[in-house]
């Protein structure tokens, strides 16, 4: 029996950056995009793992597109699988998130399961079966994940159905920084059970042994995602265990990006005057990420990134551009030329801040780090109310 079904994920919906209106339009063409694919190629089902929405409190125009894109999969005969992702988590005082809603209403089939005495649990909700074909959704599970492989693992009978396990998680991409990464030699131990990991949470499509799958997101969210050149959605066509997965490109809108070096110009003015000059391939309606680097004998920061926004954007109607500044280089150990990490500089100084100020802390690193990732928030044009969830989370941690 052949069984069909499309898995993307991070489709951030409700996404909002610069409050420009056709980039928060961009999101929901995207889902169309997917919807319509699925109606033409008579494609059941839907898999979307993680970051439905871009915010956990989203508004009310968000919450409308997609209760009408849904309506229209829904006429079809199009059924949508959904896991929580970071962004869609309801708030740590909240018990439900958006997602729960909509899968109130009809509209998605929300598939998680629960933590009980420290090890995570299938529930009624976290299992879908259907002739042929079983669907396995484990929400976000953020620096546990790894923790709880086993649990997971342990908790999938086997079947003779194809089984496909839904996550948010990252392989071997994020170690160290406690959002969901895992180790490639532990997941891969699964494959006696478990037939497709279809995962999300990474913006970029790569795949691990022909058993787990990332599609990464249908947009760029961030303007910086253009470095991440491949994004679309799988659709996989099953036939008892035998899979055949087709990889479908998405039509993100375009952004260019170019890396200039400033090195042999002798004044910001002279640097600044040559990015402005110089031809680009833009076409009304891209947007347009230019970084600047090299090593100067001038103050760098002298050259005016906004003028040249300002006027790039008007000459060639581009909907956003980015200037960015990354000039200032440093030697390592090694006499070769490399960035200033200034994301580490920055989490240097709030610990070397909370230890002068707050002695008694004992965990100033784990404050450092959540401190930073309220930062990236702040970045992402998060609300208040989830930044204010991030820090009480980490403060609940403490209580507890």
């Known amino acids: 029996m052949k069984i069909e079904f499309i898995h993307c994920g991070d489709l951030h919906l409700g996404h909002f ?7 928060f339009q961009d ?6 995009d997917i919807i319509n694919y699925a109606i033409s190629h008579r494609v059941p089902f839907i ?6 929405f871009h915010l956990k409190a989203i508004n009310a125009r968000t919450l409308q597109h997609t209760v009408s894109l849904l309506k229209r999969a829904k006429e079809h005969q199009v059924r949508f699988f959904v896991i929580e992702g970071n962004h869609d988590k309801a708030f ?14 009809g509209y998605i089939t929300l598939l998680r399961g629960q933590i009980e005495e420290g090890k995570w649990r299938p529930t009624a909700n976290s299992i879908f079966q259907t002739e042929g074909l079983r669907i396995i959704g484990v929400e976000y599970l953020g620096g546990a994940t790894s923790k709880h492989l086993d649990d997971i693992y342990e908790a999938i009978p086997k079947s003779d159905d194809f089984t496909v ?4 998680a990252a392989i071997d991409r994020l170690s160290g920084q406690e959002m969901g990464d895992i180790r490639s030699k532990d997941i891969l131990r699964w494959q006696d059970k478990v037939d497709y990991v279809a995962l999300g949470h990474i913006h970029n499509r790569y795949e691990v042994a022909d058993f787990c799958y990332n599609p990464g997101s249908m947009e760029n969210i961030h303007i910086r995602d253009i470095q991440a050149k491949e994004k679309g959605f799988y659709h996989i066509s099953i036939d008892g265990k035998k899979k055949d997965v087709l990889y479908i490109a998405a039509k993100p809108r375009v952004v260019h990006y170019e890396k200039l ?8 003015m002279e640097a600044g005057e040559s990015v402005l000059n110089r031809k680009y391939n833009f076409k009304a309606g891209n947007m347009a990420s230019i970084i600047l680097y090299g090593k100067t004998s001038y103050n760098a920061y002298l050259i005016d990134s906004k003028a040249i926004e300002d006027a790039l954007q008007t000459k060639y109607h581009l909907l956003h551009i980015e200037v960015e500044n990354k000039i200032n280089i440093i030697k390592n150990e090694t006499g070769l030329n490399e960035e200033v990490n200034m994301q580490a500089l920055l989490k240097t100084l709030m610990e070397d801040q909370l230890r002068f100020y707050y002695p008694d802390v004992t965990d100033i690193e784990e404050w450092g780090k959540v ?18 969830d991030h820090l009480y989370q980490r403060e609940s941690k403490d209580e507890n």
Request: charged share 30%; hydrophobic share 45%.
């Open 27 to 32: 999101y929901f063409k995207a889902l169309m």
């Open 17 to 23: 950056p610069n409050h420009i209106e056709e980039r």
């Open 92 to 105: 740590y005082v909240d018990e439900d998130s958006w997602l729960t809603f909509l899968d109130q209403q």
């Open 261 to 268: 070096d400033m090195s042999d110009f002798s004044s910001p």
């Open 371 to 388: 401190m930073m990732d309220a930062t990236e928030l702040l970045k992402e044009d998060a609300d208040f109310d989830t930044i204010i």
């Open 47 to 52: 898999l979307v793992s993680g970051d439905f």
């Open 165 to 168: 396990v839904m996550m948010h």
